[in-house]
DNA sequence: CGCACTTTTGAACAGAATCAAGTTTTGTGG
DNA sequence: CCACAAAACTTGATTCTGTTCAAAAGTGCG
């Protein structure tokens, strides 16, 4: 059955290296190959790509090629509407896997552009379905990536169908604070990298809200706003907004 | 790297089963078995399990043990707050797979109810990732059922985040109806199995918003309503009304 | 057959959108 | 490095959509 195993040493090393130096180490780690040959490896092939700020790293409509890790920087992806809406789907950072929703038609459904310059790692999809079916443990990694994201998707729905503005940004904050934290950046402090207009496409709700509910908080002492710079004061007072949805 | 094929004939036989006749056919056909040997193996081996109306299929919390292929009936799955709010993550029908959320974190999230009865093939999860590591198909089919739930999923939070709530029923009852076709039954008259703030829950609406919508809608001419009856009179309209955004 | 659930409809209200203006910031080219 | 234009942001006033509250009618299950 594993007749199939046509992976050369390249292949595996391109993947290898993809994993490993993108933070989805734990797409490759149980593989179980051994780690010190696959970091002398990992000089070799390069298959980091930048991704400058402003430009796509991929396009609707576009064939599904590679997956892309988030090595650095930061990536919004949209839909765009047939009558110019936009609606984002998602903000991206650093050990993020994009494109996953691309695998269903074999060809990307939405835009990812980088908010930031950016440099991600090429996962070429074929590739990863090859050596999945090599190593079980990849795959069963992978499915459980795959259904984080569903997860992850469903939790917006829950905000977009259950909150108000106020809740929503408030969630928003806390999540763009936690995960900057299990980045090892700072929880309380960052720099926000999308406009008002980009938050409130993805939270439902228009750019002015989101001002006005900026400067609310801000007056309520919750948080301190300065154009892109974000500083929580008081992460309690956001998450008793919320309620007791988790983000 | 195969020598995991630990997968008894019995073993294949009721992931067949629970495949071929629960209209995922796909999922399992590509994997190039002899189909009149299933057939026969078919009857042997029952996954088939009932789900009485108002009975849960599973409990968020639970353990993931399989996932479930509707064969018949209508299921909608949906997450509790601890506040005690609901909300309706989707509704499911024949052919339909329940459970991929689960994979990520090895148990249910989410409540599946049977909102008529139903029947449901088991597919044990363990057993499902074991075949697909000899079928490699059969992986890549999985892989894209996943991907397709990610994008359903955007289509949602795409509906909840730009529709108003005449938009969202529209699409809402477009969508069921294109589903209802796809299964063989009328596109134009159908029942609906939930109720109106299920649908609501579903929509990000209240339930006398959906009340009032659906009156408004008739009173048009676009439809006819009469309790959970419904009749699309002019879909059209319907799909102008929903602008340019796929369900 | 009756009680609980669901649905409809109305009236008042609230939250967010829209419209509009003015300000600040940013990026670009001279 | 400065000036200028474009983009992004803030804030106010108004409008509108959908919610909330309330009551009554309909439906269906036990």
Redesign the interface.
Known sequence: ??A??SLTPIDIATLRNACSTCSVRELCLPAGLDLQELAQVDKMVNRRRPVRRGDYLYRAGTELQSLYAIRSGFIKSA?L???G?E?V?GFHMTGDLLG??????GRH??DAVALEDTEVCDIPFALL?RL?????SL??H??????????R??G???L???MRAEERLAAFLLNLSQRFATRGYSSTEFNLRMTREEIG????LKLETISRVLSRFQQEGLIQVRNRYLKINDADALRRLV???ES
């Open positions: 059955m594993s199939q195993s839909v509407h047939e009558d809406r609606q789907a996953l929703d691309a695998i269903s038609a459904l939405c379905e999945a079916r090599e190593i079980p795959q069963s992978f499915n459980r990536i795959m259904s984080r994201e569903i997860v998707d469903h917006v729905m829950l977009l169908g259950s496409s993805y939270l439902g309620g007791h949805c």
